[in-house]
């Protein structure tokens, strides 16, 4: 039974993906292709895209729980719990108004928005080494360090332009797109490798006594 709470991770990743892209399509004045994700949780609508961030963090902390069961407690575990409850925190955190969103709202510097950017921080951290890990720990080391990669490089490309763009530097910058391919391409990740696992369970007791030295990626690649 508690394999399934691997579906989390998949249900964490969907929503999110599914919910931002919809949000942000259709919010009056919002430039998915400028705006960030959180700036969702300002204006009109901003409470269901706070709710929208609090429960997909809860669901990629239940997915979390079911690596644990799958692959044992480590460092993999850990980081994507932390992704999952920066999810959260970012919900509970909120951004300051900011690169033309709302329109008309003045920008702001509040020492809540810079709580909200440091979290940030460490979620794009936690995202990059959870992926990279994971990728080794089911056997697909190379996957994973390509995944860590788009992560990484979209996520600080993406965290450079806004900067400059708040500075009035680069007006419009597409700092939107490369949040979206880091939280997209990372989460998703964590939902492919859920849901992989979910579909393949891992051998019985008397099987993991037999082959207590094989990796957890043998409940992938056979």
């Known amino acids: 039974m508690r394999r399934w709470m691997l579906a989390g991770g998949v249900l964490g990743a969907a929503q999110m993906i599914v919910f931002s892209t919809v949000a942000g399509a259709l919010r009056p004045g919002y430039d998915a292709s400028r705006n960030w994700i959180s700036q969702l949780s300002l204006g009109p609508g901003g409470g269901l895209a706070t709710l929208n961030l609090a429960a997909c963090g809860l669901w990629v902390i239940l997915g979390a729980a079911g690596l644990r069961h799958r ?7 850990r980081l994507v719990f932390w992704c999952g409850g920066g999810l959260i925190a ?3 955190v909120p951004t300051d108004p900011g690169i033309g969103y709302p329109p008309g709202v003045p920008p702001a510097h509040t020492s809540i928005g810079r709580a909200h950017l440091l979290i940030a921080l460490v979620l794009g951290l936690a995202g990059i080494g959870a992926t990279a890990l994971l990728g080794r720990d089911v056997g697909a080391p190379r996957a ?9 490089v979209s996520f600080v490309a993406g965290s450079v332009l806004v900067v400059l763009d708040d500075a009035g530097i680069t007006p419009g910058a597409p700092s939107g797109v490369l ?3 880091a939280l997209f391409t990372g989460f998703g990740w964590i939902g492919w490798v859920s849901a ?3 579909v393949r369970p891992a051998p019985g007791a008397s099987g993991r006594a037999a082959g207590a030295g094989r990796s957890p990626a043998s409940g992938i690649r056979r």
Request: aromatic letters at 4%; hydrophobic letters at 70%.
């Open 196 to 198: 992989m696992l979910l």
């Open 71 to 77: 692959l044992g407690p480590g460092w993999t575990v």
């Open 90 to 92: 970012l919900a509970l």
């Open 144 to 152: 994973g360090r390509v995944v860590a990669a788009i992560v990484a």
């Open 179 to 181: 949040e979206r391919v």
